[in-house]
């Protein structure tokens, strides 16, 4: 069974909300910037990123319930409703029920500035005045829970943490459910935060560009990896439902990088013309990723595109690459960003989309696919 | 779910009482409650609660089964790592699985406090530097790297050479349930043939003083279902079981210890912490459960409660069970005074029970209870044949509002 995409929600370096996005992505913008990050025993370190703007919650979340949200949440909460509202389905009116709407989530640390929080309560407060907000809203599982809590959705909630290829994970687990029929509707998403603490730990594995802003270079392979956050939400829904579908998803997988060739063959390829990948840039990833990007274009004859050129690098980066997928399949195919320029000559003779492999991996061991075709 | 059925053909398990699921199986014989004073790390609330905290030496454990681990790999494992790794071969030899369908099965997992033992221990001595010289030199930056879900699952699937679908579920305390839950429905859409599924979490300082900040900890330990209960105790464990195609198990002539038969999950979409009042979501998970397994209430034996001790948990769990049971004609009880709550584990560990259970034909009593909160449940208070046991069902519920039911039927016998 496939599944549809009726709505997308994204809050990102580029800007709050799908058509933001769409925006920048148009016009090229890279969106890396000169940010502060407060490091270990409260040095300040002025460094490149791609942090996620606050999230446009006018008109879309109560503000009573946006206050007790953390950053993380806020950006998870205000992409689903994003995408509820592109597919004009209110919950609250009942356009579906509450026990059929399904919210999984992929996110690799999780809310990891409230567990900060949380534990510096106690080293300030003591152990017996530990904040007990702070250590509920630390819990991974929370982000997708916060969600539902938020829109009223009693069905499905599932959060995953499979580091590089968490949302592929969520997507995956999502399709599957809706497969089995426990949902008619699941909002599917990713959403990481950045830290001074992840920055600093980003920085310490050489992830990150130490020279000054210019952007990541998904192909140079020189350590131009330059982290960022954010978080986006597909809508996935049954196919042949009211709403208008703006993509298909037909397959998703995860499985170790062992097996990884053998889970590309039990996926339908025929017919992929255009691969979109998880190149950040990083010296760790990039003899993995050029490995796979050259087996699988010699295999589908396909370009090869990584946006993360435009909107950062971070775990959960694949849920913005699978808005950018949605959008290209709507009719546009967007140059990437690399280095702080457009990359016209990887885009040159591509015609529009209308099947796009995603592969994704982590320098850990795992690999994420799926196929999205155009409606 | 229902076609095909999901066999369970091996069991692991690592808590308060010991590691292997013999050790398991002598404590509900013994009624030995593993709870302890905490001493895997310094706080000044270790003397004030009770902890279920796993005394032996992982690695060790390990070695027996598997073989040694250098100090460096052993350096790159957290301690919810080495849980699962130890539970995972125990399920795996059990199962005895042949290699290629070890090589083509996959891993789900589910985990809530993961590597933060390790991650914590990184921000706390940076804490402590920049208190003491003004600044921080942060030193074993990777502990940083566990902190995130995956790498449980991944070091298992590394270990075992396990190629197959990878997940870690993050449910928070029905983690565990639901990775089962899933990971039977992976087989069932025959994307995988074997699933090794469970869940694994270690004690750390985020979960002792989180629980302790939400006043929900009991100092004499837990009491489930008792009108004068004060709460929960935290502890740490693992539980694995390797689930199998019927069509798979039969064909290698494995024996099928239990089925898992049924799946119910479901959001409360109510409160971050506290359930639902009237249990609607726990009710929705065991309902759906049960059709999923094709069952009616009547059909249960026992059920095998989330009873973690706390005022709220208890109370809606019991309103939740007498709804959908209708009457008290199903026995009920915990297992949460026998070696904590083991957070994401805790689903897993219950289902190793379910299936102790269903070959046994046994119940084991309610550790902790004097007094019951109300009439509504039948409470076991002591150990009780159950020669007519077929189907069993385990509530695991989670921060959020995130509920799982599971059901599981009697395998091959003994």
Known sequence: MSAVVTGIGVV???????????????????????????????????????RAVAPDAKGLIDPRKLRRMDRLIRMAAVSARQALNMAGLQPERGDVHASRLGVVFGTAYGAIGTTQEFIDSWLKNGQRHASPLAFMSSVHGILASQVALDIGATGVNLTLSQRDVSFEAALSSALSQLECGRADAILVGGADELTGLLHEFASHFRYVESGPTAGCDPWSGEGRAIPGDGGAVLLLEREGGPRRALARVEQARVARHDTGREMLDDLNLAGVDLVTSCRGGSRRAFTLENGRSRVLAKRLAAPELSHRGNFGNFPTAGALQAVVNVLMLQGQVFAPMAAGRQRQDLVAGCRLPRRILHDAASVTGLHGAYVLSAV | MPSPRIAITGLGFVGA?????????????????????????????SREYPVGQYRGDLRADFARLVRPLSAREAGRLSRSDLLALVAAAEALQMAALPDMARRNAGVYLGQSVCGT????????????????????SPSHLDRLFVHDGANSGDAIAREFSMGGPMASLM??????????GLAAARIASGQAQVMLAGGADSLSRIAFLGFASLGVMSPEGPRPFD??????????????????????????????LAWLTGYGHSCDAHHLTAPHPEGLGAQAAMKQALADAGLAPSDIGFVSAHGTGTLDNDKVEALAIARVFSTRAVPVSSTKRYFGHTLAASGAIKAVLCVLALQRRRLWPNLGLQKAQDDSLDLVTQARPAPRLQHVLSNSFGFGGNNAALVFTAGDRP
């Open chain 1, 12 to 50: 990102s370096a580029l800007g709050s909300g799908a058509e933001a996005f769409k925006a920048a992505m148009q016009q090229g913008v890279n969106a890396c910037a000169m940010h502060e990050f407060e490091r270990m025993g409260g040095a300040k370190a002025i460094a490149p990123a791609y």
């Open chain 2, 17 to 45: 009482v010991g590691a292997h699921v013999s050790a398991l199986e002598a404590a509900l014989d013994q009624e030995r409650s593993g709870l302890g004073d905490l001493t895997l790390f310094d706080s000044e609330l």
């Open chain 2, 171 to 180: 449910t928070a305390c029905s983690s565990g349930a639901n990775a089962l």
């Open chain 2, 227 to 256: 009108a004068a209960r004060k709460g929960m105790c935290v502890g740490e464990g693992a539980g694995m079981l390797v689930l199998e195609s019927e069509a798979h198990a039969r064909a290698r002539q494995a024996r099928v």
């Open chain 2, 117 to 136: 033992l390790s991650s914590e221990s990184y921000y706390l001595d940076c804490a402590a530097q920049a208190a003491s010289h003004g600044r921080a």
